[in-house]
């Protein structure tokens, strides 16, 4: 077995901080690394969450790491030995780091930092960025192309963003590590077997420190959630432990997390909560479970766009969804027995994809929307009962997504594994009598710039020449 970090140190650090305020924030950060004998030297990696930024006023700061923590955290780090701090990121699929950054306020933030700091200070783009090859051994990962500037680093931190996630339940450290891949790494196994893939990454992506955002925490769905207030941060040097303390926060178990549930069963530590010590200003898990109290969990919106057909009813739209089985059509015709270890459904990749679309339209365009929707059906998965579309599209998502339909007025396959957000925007956005933002000018042309940016970026950085010659290398030579 892969031998797993164990710095033989569970202690995670809960303080309470009411606000912004990067000054108290910086001061909790220094009192922390002195707590938990961190001391970074050289040249450190910054790693916030930034999954998605877009205009605030329309879907909200809650979905990333508050620039105010992350200029708080950059001054408690940047102490005597620190020569370079770098900032880095990659946010969803389909999305330019760069265009969030901007939207979330980390440019400006970096330009005022900078002038305080004696280290250089830089902000970086992972999907911009050149990379390094690294073997890991995982369950899904046996080697793996990670950022040249992350590698280059003599220490790791981390800033994630504590809030819930719709198939993973919750967005901490450890869930932290996706946004380590590059969007062609990213889509790897981004399905039934996305929690290993999770745990795989924490062989290149453990952190020396951890800082977790839950001043605010997001409640929801990860892309756009709803603000909620705990009035804490949380520090640490194991991220399993960190998350643990974060699940118990948002009121689950580890059990309740698939990606903790896996890190245990792979013999990462601690294997429950009750082998934490909690220090700092909440030292029992009752304290833990108090302060937990401040968020309604019954609410219907801590579970926002978790179930599809919910929320379509809530907005009293025609459009409807259908679940089926992971299975492909041929094996759904009997003609293959499935895998009984392998779940019956797929609960990620292009199902997440879905319930991140209909959320993003329902930010962008207002719930009274949907109302005005064309009747369409959305199906992921493969399904045996008859589906009537009742004049309506029929949206297949996914590779494996089928099921016998009638009186369809057309079937779009998406045939992809797995099908994202910015995929389904850019494919059916303006089909389903829903306003759709890839027409508007104000959403489409900064996002455009940014995507040009990015490009030139890449041939500076030779990026793209560095991804040309690893595609000749691992496919085409491989082939003649």
Known sequence: MKKVPDRGDNRVIIRKCGSYDREKICRIVKEGMRELGYAPRGRVCVKPNVVFAGDPEKFGVAAYTSPELVAGSIMGIAGEGVKRIEVGENTAVGFPT???????????????????????????????????????????????????????????????????????????????????????????????????????????????????????VGVGNEGFPDPAHLGVVIMGRNPVAVDMVGARLLGFDVADVPYLKRAVERAYLPSRIEDIKLTGDIRTLSGLDSRSRNIDKKSDQFTRWHDIPKELRRLESPMRFFWGRRESSRIARGKKHADPLLPEKCNTGCLMGVKMFLSFLEHYAGPEKFKKAKPSVFVVGCLDGEIDAEGGDVIMVGSCASAPVRNARRIIRLDQCFVTTSYLTMRIGGRIGMPNPLADPRFLLPLLYNYFIASVMKVISFRYLQDAYNFIKKNWMKKI
Request: net charge positive.
């Open 98 to 216: 760069r265009w969030c950054y901007k939207n979330a306020g980390y440019y400006k933030t970096v330009r005022e930092v900078r002038k305080r700091l004696a280290p250089r200070l830089g902000i970086y783009c992972i999907d911009e960025d050149r990379r390094v090859e690294v073997s890991m051994g995982g369950i899904v990962h046996n080697t793996f192309m990670v950022s040249e500037k992350m590698m280059k680093a003599d220490s790791l931190v981390y800033l994630p963003k504590l809030k819930c996630h719709c198939v993973a339940t919750m967005t901490g450290a450890v869930k932290l590590n996706i946004g380590i891949c590059s969007d062609d790494s990213r889509s790897i196994r981004h399905d039934y077997m996305l929690h290993d893939k999770i745990v795989d990454l924490l062989a290149v992506g453990y952190p020396d420190f951890i800082v977790m955002d839950a001043i605010d």
